[in-house]
């Protein structure tokens, strides 16, 4: 007699599936915005300016464990250049159009609306990038009703849109350099390839010199999640002469080990500690702040005109296609999902306002523009159709 498998609980089903880091990330959001109006708030805040080592509790996580989420980060953008969605021109031509369209939108939108203030111009970059992890959440929590062709195309989009924002802070959002630091920090780096270029494949003497290179970056000015991206590109992507999608070799082994503890641990752990405002004493018109608006319309208008007009003009030039069995339709709707940048907005935020009133515009405007785009998108998309796949469907045979 033949046993009948087993059925998961539905926890188990949860934790498998994509959604869950996202869902995790959103549950973090809220509850940090629950702590933050309650009466719990006062040790809520001073909890997050404890001094340790000699940083406090929010730096060791945005400085510390962040650096952790961007070298997975790293990790996944040198894959994918190499061995996956964008190892190709065909592959990678619709979400890299697509990203830097929603990437120049945003950023103009938002510099409309901060022109005449020189003080809050400088955060221009916090509507530019998408939250893969939000974003993929609720694309995850609507099933087959979206093809796995756009899933891709929004994974991809969201890698690229990281690049960007990894290049935007560490050309636009350096403070004053310590040379000596920077010094080190370069030898570090050379140290790194040298080991990729000898073919080292333990992944210990990696991030030795990792940590290494962390707290001398952190120490230069640059900001120091940068080392996390440096030490993943020197990380080597094949083991030996095997196949391409090797998962023995050293990226892929790093990359699975830290994908858990950045979905479940790193992302959420920012979340709370970053998403809590005190809506205390703030009234409606913080919501028509310059900051506020420029973040909020930013992310809700500009991420989903940049993607979806960007992409519109690629496949209509014949550059790329519209993805398999998707319909221009639920490609808005994606573009709106776009517009969640819940964990890099508030990052780049955070760097550039040292102000905590502006902060907390920061704060509002993603929240605002994240939960409309996340709001409007979804229902979009559980209301769309999927439509039957062209056969041969390539820029060449369209």
Not at 210 to 235: D, F, K
Not at 308 to 332: E, T
């Amino acid at each position: 007699m033949l046993e009948r498998p087993r059925k998961l609980s539905v926890l188990r089903e949860l934790l498998d599936s994509g959604a869950a880091g996202g869902l995790l990330l959103m549950a973090a959001a809220v509850l940090a915005l629950f702590v933050a109006n309650s009466p719990l708030a006062d040790n809520y805040f001073s909890a997050l300016h404890t001094s340790f080592a000699g940083l406090d509790l929010l730096h060791w996580i945005n400085d510390g464990l962040m650096a952790i989420f961007f070298l997975f980060v790293g990790l996944e953008i040198k894959r994918e250049f190499l061995d996956g969605q964008l190892a190709t021109w065909s592959n990678r031509a619709l979400p890299c159009i697509a990203a830097a369209g929603g990437v120049v939108v945003p950023a103009l939108i938002y510099a409309g609306l901060n022109a005449a203030s020189g003080d809050t111009l400088r955060g221009w970059a916090i509507p530019t990038a998408t939250d893969i992890a939000f974003a993929l959440g609720v694309l995850s929590l609507l099933g087959p009703r979206v093809p796995t062709s756009l899933k891709v195309f929004l994974a991809t989009l969201a890698i690229v849109d990281d690049l960007a924002a990894v290049l935007i802070i560490a050309v636009f959002y350096t403070a004053e350099l310590n040379v000596a630091a920077l010094a080190g920090a370069v030898i570090a780096s050379l140290l790194l390839v040298g080991l990729n270029r000898l073919k080292v494949t333990r992944l210990a003497p990696y991030l030795v010199l990792g940590l290494a290179l962390w707290w001398l970056v952190l120490l230069s000015g640059v900001h120091a999640t940068i080392a996390g991206v440096v030490l993943a590109m020197t990380i080597p992507l094949h083991a030996s002469k095997a196949a391409p999608d090797d998962v023995t070799s050293p990226l892929h082994r790093l990359e699975h080990g830290l994908a858990p503890w950045v979905a479940f641990l790193v992302v959420p752990i920012f979340g709370f500690a970053n998403a809590g405002v005190s809506f205390a004493g703030m009234t409606a018109a913080v919501l028509f702040q310059p900051v506020t608006l420029g973040v909020a319309l930013g992310l809700f208008l500009g991420k989903q005109a940049g993607v979806f007009l960007a992409a519109w003009l690629a496949i209509r030039l014949r550059i790329a296609c519209l993805p398999v069995a998707a319909s221009w339709l639920q490609l808005y709707g994606v573009s709106l999902l776009c517009g969640i940048g819940f964990t890099m907005s508030l990052f780049i935020g955070l760097l550039a306002f040292k102000d905590a009133a502006l902060q907390d515009e920061v704060k509002v405007g993603v929240l605002v523009g994240s939960l409309v785009s996340a709001w409007l998108g979804a229902a979009l998309l559980s209301r769309s159709k999927k439509r039957l796949p062209v056969a041969a469907e390539t820029p060449q045979a369209r």
